[in-house]
Protein backbone atom coordinates (compact mmCIF):
# COMPACT_ATOMS: atom_id res chain seq x y z
CA UNK A 1 0.00 0.00 0.00
CA UNK A 2 1.38 3.44 -1.23
CA UNK A 3 1.90 6.23 1.63
CA UNK A 4 2.16 9.80 1.60
CA UNK A 5 3.30 11.09 -0.73
CA UNK A 6 4.05 14.94 -1.35
CA UNK A 7 5.55 16.81 -3.98
CA UNK A 8 7.57 18.52 -5.41
CA UNK A 9 10.83 16.61 -3.31
CA UNK A 10 12.15 20.64 -3.30
CA UNK A 11 11.47 23.66 -4.22
CA UNK A 12 13.46 27.00 -4.70
CA UNK A 13 11.69 29.74 -4.82
CA UNK A 14 12.48 34.03 -4.22
CA UNK A 15 11.54 36.18 -1.84
CA UNK A 16 7.61 37.95 -2.15
CA UNK A 17 6.92 34.68 -4.73
CA UNK A 18 4.45 31.92 -4.12
CA UNK A 19 4.67 28.76 -3.50
CA UNK A 20 2.28 25.59 -3.70
CA UNK A 21 3.05 22.28 -2.11
CA UNK A 22 1.07 18.73 -2.57
CA UNK A 23 0.15 15.88 -0.69
CA UNK A 24 -1.53 12.87 -1.41
CA UNK A 25 -2.86 11.01 1.64
CA UNK A 26 -3.06 7.44 2.33
CA UNK A 27 -5.79 5.42 0.33
CA UNK A 28 -9.09 5.75 2.77
CA UNK A 29 -7.51 8.93 5.33
CA UNK A 30 -9.54 11.28 4.97
CA UNK A 31 -8.13 13.89 7.08
CA UNK A 32 -4.77 15.62 6.50
CA UNK A 33 -2.31 17.48 8.32
CA UNK A 34 0.03 20.18 7.14
CA UNK A 35 3.44 20.65 9.31
CA UNK A 36 6.15 22.95 9.10
CA UNK A 37 9.93 21.78 10.48
CA UNK A 38 12.00 25.03 10.47
CA UNK A 39 15.90 24.87 12.40
CA UNK A 40 15.70 25.83 15.45
CA UNK A 41 11.86 25.76 15.50
CA UNK A 42 10.99 22.37 15.37
CA UNK A 43 7.85 20.78 14.04
CA UNK A 44 4.91 22.71 14.48
CA UNK A 45 1.85 21.88 13.48
CA UNK A 46 -0.01 24.08 10.52
CA UNK A 47 -3.56 23.28 9.16
CA UNK A 48 -5.87 20.32 9.39
CA UNK A 49 -8.07 19.25 6.79
CA UNK A 50 -10.80 16.80 7.48
CA UNK A 51 -13.77 15.76 4.12
CA UNK A 52 -12.60 19.25 2.58
CA UNK A 53 -13.03 21.60 5.63
CA UNK A 54 -10.17 23.51 7.44
CA UNK A 55 -10.75 21.73 11.55
CA UNK A 56 -7.83 23.75 12.62
CA UNK A 57 -5.23 25.95 12.53
CA UNK A 58 -1.34 26.41 13.85
CA UNK A 59 -0.44 29.92 15.06
CA UNK A 60 0.78 31.17 11.48
CA UNK A 61 0.13 34.08 9.25
CA UNK A 62 -3.21 33.78 6.36
CA UNK A 63 -0.21 33.94 3.51
CA UNK A 64 -0.63 30.53 4.72
CA UNK A 65 -3.48 28.76 3.15
CA UNK A 66 -4.59 25.39 1.77
CA UNK A 67 -7.63 23.46 0.65
CA UNK A 68 -8.46 19.72 0.35
CA UNK A 69 -10.33 18.48 -2.75
CA UNK A 70 -12.39 15.72 -3.10
CA UNK A 71 -10.38 12.83 -3.49
CA UNK A 72 -8.99 14.31 -0.12
CA UNK A 73 -5.47 15.28 -1.49
CA UNK A 74 -4.59 18.57 -0.15
CA UNK A 75 -2.41 21.87 -1.37
CA UNK A 76 -0.85 23.77 1.11
CA UNK A 77 -0.25 27.50 -0.39
CA UNK A 78 2.01 30.20 1.33
CA UNK A 79 1.71 33.89 -0.10
CA UNK A 80 4.78 36.55 -0.27
CA UNK A 81 7.35 34.11 0.68
CA UNK A 82 9.65 35.33 3.38
CA UNK A 83 13.45 33.99 3.91
CA UNK A 84 11.44 32.53 7.26
CA UNK A 85 10.03 30.05 5.35
CA UNK A 86 12.55 28.08 4.54
CA UNK A 87 11.84 24.73 5.85
CA UNK A 88 10.70 20.88 5.49
CA UNK A 89 6.92 20.67 4.90
CA UNK A 90 5.73 17.65 6.28
CA UNK A 91 2.64 16.29 5.43
CA UNK A 92 0.58 13.69 7.32
CA UNK A 93 -2.60 11.50 6.49
CA UNK A 94 -4.89 9.76 9.27
CA UNK A 95 -8.43 8.08 9.10
CA UNK A 96 -11.40 9.61 10.87
CA UNK A 97 -11.30 8.39 14.03
CA UNK A 98 -11.39 9.20 17.50
CA UNK A 99 -8.82 12.13 17.69
CA UNK A 100 -7.13 11.87 20.43
CA UNK A 101 -5.68 8.22 19.51
CA UNK A 102 -5.62 8.05 15.44
CA UNK A 103 -2.45 7.52 14.20
CA UNK A 104 -1.37 10.11 11.81
CA UNK A 105 1.33 8.94 9.26
CA UNK A 106 4.18 10.80 7.41
CA UNK A 107 5.35 11.72 4.44
CA UNK A 108 8.68 12.77 2.97
CA UNK A 109 8.41 16.36 3.04
CA UNK A 110 8.83 19.21 0.49
CA UNK A 111 11.82 21.17 1.57
CA UNK A 112 11.18 24.20 0.64
CA UNK A 113 14.00 27.57 0.70
CA UNK A 114 13.31 30.34 -0.15
CA UNK A 115 16.63 32.91 -1.21
CA UNK B 1 -1.33 22.12 25.57
CA UNK B 2 0.07 20.28 28.59
CA UNK B 3 4.24 20.16 28.32
CA UNK B 4 6.21 17.37 27.94
CA UNK B 5 9.83 17.51 29.48
CA UNK B 6 12.35 15.01 27.50
CA UNK B 7 16.33 14.98 27.85
CA UNK B 8 17.82 16.33 24.73
CA UNK B 9 19.88 13.19 24.06
CA UNK B 10 20.72 9.62 25.20
CA UNK B 11 23.11 7.36 23.70
CA UNK B 12 22.62 3.31 23.64
CA UNK B 13 24.94 0.45 22.87
CA UNK B 14 23.53 -1.64 19.79
CA UNK B 15 21.30 -4.70 21.37
CA UNK B 16 21.06 -3.22 24.52
CA UNK B 17 17.35 -1.78 26.06
CA UNK B 18 17.01 1.53 25.98
CA UNK B 19 14.78 3.68 28.38
CA UNK B 20 13.70 7.06 27.22
CA UNK B 21 11.93 8.91 29.99
CA UNK B 22 9.28 11.71 29.56
CA UNK B 23 7.66 13.74 32.26
CA UNK B 24 4.16 15.68 31.63
CA UNK B 25 3.44 16.53 35.00
CA UNK B 26 0.34 18.57 33.92
CA UNK B 27 -1.22 15.70 32.40
CA UNK B 28 -4.70 16.03 32.14
CA UNK B 29 -7.20 12.51 32.66
CA UNK B 30 -8.24 12.91 28.97
CA UNK B 31 -5.11 12.89 27.45
CA UNK B 32 -3.40 9.91 25.59
CA UNK B 33 0.46 10.08 25.43
CA UNK B 34 1.97 9.42 21.96
CA UNK B 35 5.28 8.40 20.68
CA UNK B 36 6.61 9.28 17.54
CA UNK B 37 10.15 9.06 16.52
CA UNK B 38 12.24 10.48 13.34
CA UNK B 39 14.57 9.00 11.46
CA UNK B 40 17.33 11.08 9.46
CA UNK B 41 15.94 12.65 6.56
CA UNK B 42 12.37 11.56 6.59
CA UNK B 43 9.08 12.08 8.09
CA UNK B 44 8.08 11.60 11.59
CA UNK B 45 6.56 7.63 12.42
CA UNK B 46 4.03 6.54 14.82
CA UNK B 47 5.38 4.15 17.77
CA UNK B 48 2.99 3.73 20.46
CA UNK B 49 0.29 5.63 22.78
CA UNK B 50 -1.49 4.73 26.18
CA UNK B 51 -3.71 6.53 28.29
CA UNK B 52 -2.98 4.34 32.09
CA UNK B 53 -1.98 0.87 31.61
CA UNK B 54 1.35 -0.57 30.17
CA UNK B 55 1.19 -1.03 26.00
CA UNK B 56 3.18 -3.12 24.24
CA UNK B 57 3.85 -3.11 20.30
CA UNK B 58 6.45 -4.89 17.57
CA UNK B 59 8.07 -1.59 17.79
CA UNK B 60 8.52 -1.17 21.54
CA UNK B 61 6.81 -1.04 25.07
CA UNK B 62 5.17 2.23 26.99
CA UNK B 63 5.19 2.20 30.98
CA UNK B 64 3.43 5.16 32.70
CA UNK B 65 3.50 5.99 36.27
CA UNK B 66 0.54 5.37 38.58
CA UNK B 67 0.04 9.44 38.62
CA UNK B 68 0.71 9.36 34.78
CA UNK B 69 3.07 12.14 35.61
CA UNK B 70 5.60 10.73 33.73
CA UNK B 71 5.89 7.19 31.09
CA UNK B 72 8.87 5.46 29.38
CA UNK B 73 9.52 4.72 25.80
CA UNK B 74 11.33 0.88 26.33
CA UNK B 75 13.20 -0.40 23.52
CA UNK B 76 13.99 -3.79 24.20
CA UNK B 77 17.45 -4.51 22.12
CA UNK B 78 18.38 -0.57 20.49
CA UNK B 79 19.32 -1.27 16.77
CA UNK B 80 21.04 0.84 14.48
CA UNK B 81 17.73 1.33 12.58
CA UNK B 82 16.30 3.14 15.92
CA UNK B 83 18.77 6.19 15.81
CA UNK B 84 16.49 8.78 15.80
CA UNK B 85 14.63 11.80 17.32
CA UNK B 86 12.25 10.53 19.78
CA UNK B 87 9.41 12.88 20.87
CA UNK B 88 6.48 12.77 23.52
CA UNK B 89 3.59 14.30 22.38
CA UNK B 90 0.38 14.48 24.60
CA UNK B 91 -2.95 14.61 23.09
CA UNK B 92 -6.76 15.23 24.04
CA UNK B 93 -9.83 14.77 22.13
CA UNK B 94 -11.38 18.16 22.03
CA UNK B 95 -9.92 22.31 22.31
CA UNK B 96 -7.92 24.22 20.46
CA UNK B 97 -5.50 20.90 20.64
CA UNK B 98 -8.20 18.96 18.28
CA UNK B 99 -6.39 16.59 16.38
CA UNK B 100 -3.09 18.16 15.81
CA UNK B 101 0.71 16.70 17.10
CA UNK B 102 2.30 19.19 19.41
CA UNK B 103 5.82 18.44 19.08
CA UNK B 104 8.14 19.43 21.41
CA UNK B 105 12.26 19.49 21.29
CA UNK B 106 12.53 15.68 22.13
CA UNK B 107 15.70 13.15 22.68
CA UNK B 108 18.11 12.65 20.01
CA UNK B 109 19.15 8.53 20.87
CA UNK B 110 22.33 7.33 19.76
CA UNK B 111 23.02 3.88 18.98
CA UNK B 112 26.62 2.80 19.42
CA UNK B 113 27.49 -0.54 17.43
Known amino acids: EAGVTQSPTHLIKTRGQQATLRCSPISGHTSVYWYQQALGLGLQFLLW???????NRGNFPPRFSGRQFPNYSSELNVNALELEDSALYLC??????????????FGPGTRLTVL | DAKTTQPNSMESNEEEPVHLPCNHSTISGTDYIHWYRQLPSQGPEYVIH???SNVNNRMASLAIAEDRKSSTLILHRATLRDAAVYYCILRRAGGTSYGKLTFGQGTILTVHP
Open chain 1, 49 to 55: YDEGEER
Open chain 2, 50 to 52: GLT
Open chain 1, 92 to 105: ASSLAVARSTDTQY
